[in-house]
């Protein structure tokens, strides 16, 4: 296989270094959900920490790194959760963090970035707007720009995920995996290729944010003109090179799914699952939902990759 | 001090029996939940497994000896929890299981012990009416009755809860625990005062259900006539002598809140935590917001204990 950007040796040591708070989160069968998906379920759970979500994987690495050489501020643009995860791995080692969202961005996540002492500046605008204002404030201020899944360090965090699925009791016929920028999807997807070769590795992006998709499909990197999806945390719409060329060797397939599938997915993991999930967090079980003839009879894993969500919109999403 | 039932170093070997999942669960720190409660809170988090609570860490014990012993058939009463629980471990090990629940338990439970190959008995009554008629079934059959906190296994499986917040990074000040039979409080208790004697042990019962913490008040068995609790995983009306012998050890003081602060708590857990948890598992939270005071800043960890729930019922409770 060529190589991604990305090294197991390293994976492997990236655990040594993230708290392990954050490491070897809930894995397990989820038989309730099976009857509605027609499969073997299994949730590999990354809400049960004190971000919310797995990016704390990939912050714990950069901010370290960041310590190690004496740095002292990073900066990062964040639709939220690598925003509350860089200001909660920075307050640990005494640096000074930017994040940079959009207005839009839901407002408990912006108070909890808030709370963890970072510095909230928003923009009019979407998440690849705050993306260059990130890079601005980061050459202006001589300082770290953190770019998630550019950053190996993104990258490379995520991929331990991979390294518990490869590890489980259980084996699985599939992985799927929520894909925005691609960090979570060419992280856990190298392990899997790496380690678990037979588990086919799927992503799953909203119809509503198909860049990254359409660039896999396309083997070459394909913009949109804008984003429409309830997904906020996979909402990208300029797909960064070095990272389609990663994903372009480690992913089975990548699908797109409807927004109607994500919010049934929301609902499914609630009701049958007891649990909360932010719109992300659901495109497994929505793609499960959208093609049960594919899955029929299979053993499939879903990464839930965080539960931060505004409250109000995900009563009026789920219907409670 | 006087000596408990259980023993530290079977509690450690129960480890090597209990199914992994249901070990080493989330324990974190959850800073969204201070502002409100005025203290530092860590969460234990034992939701996030095939039954959506801590009981199969009693009945994987249980179900193990029984089959070592060649035994193939069990009968318990159960609320919901220690029937599903009891269901699972038992069907990986081949045993025949039948749950006595009231006919008032949430119809999800009770669809998940049929779902999980288990004979289901309901009786018009409440929880006691439940354990006569699995003691006669047990009688009658020849089979072994899993006394919920009277079999020591369930102690010892919910005791190990006790050895991962023994072995947390973090030191507690205390530990808020939901009591109702006994074995979580009975269990956990001992290993902290074992293992960990600076850590205050807080039991937490529902005023509607209060035998349990009357009983411990007054060094006595006390019963009640009846219960008032939406927490039906606590809501006993006759203490085990045996286990209440054990909680006067093991025990700092035991704490009746109301049914507004159960509620409050769940919808807490909700907002703050994006946790879905059962009334039961509400209780510690509960405690924290009935006494502020008492708690300005310390830190507490509570157990979350179950997130089976009645979704209609759990609607109205948290008002979504």
Redesign the interface.
Known sequence: MQETRLDTARIRAARRVIN??FL?????????LEPDLGCAVS?K?E????V?SFKARGTELVTSLLADEGSRAAVCASAGNLGQALAWSARGRGLDVTVVASRHATAAELD?IR??GARLELVDGDHELARERAAAIALQDGIRLVEDSLDIETCEGAATIGLELAQA?SSFDAVLIALGGGALATGVGHVMKALAPGVEVICVQPVGAPAMTRSWRQGRVVTTEFTDTIADGVAGRRPIPAVLDDLLLVADDAVLVREASIVAGMRLL??RA???VEPSAALGIAALLEDRDRFAGRHVVTIVCG???D?EAY?RWVG?
């Open positions: 392990p708070v070897d989160t809930p894995l397990y069968r989820c038989e309730a949730i759970l809400t049960a920490n004190p919310r909890r709370a963890l009791r609630l009701d007891g649990l909360v539960s931060n969500v409250k009563r409670h």
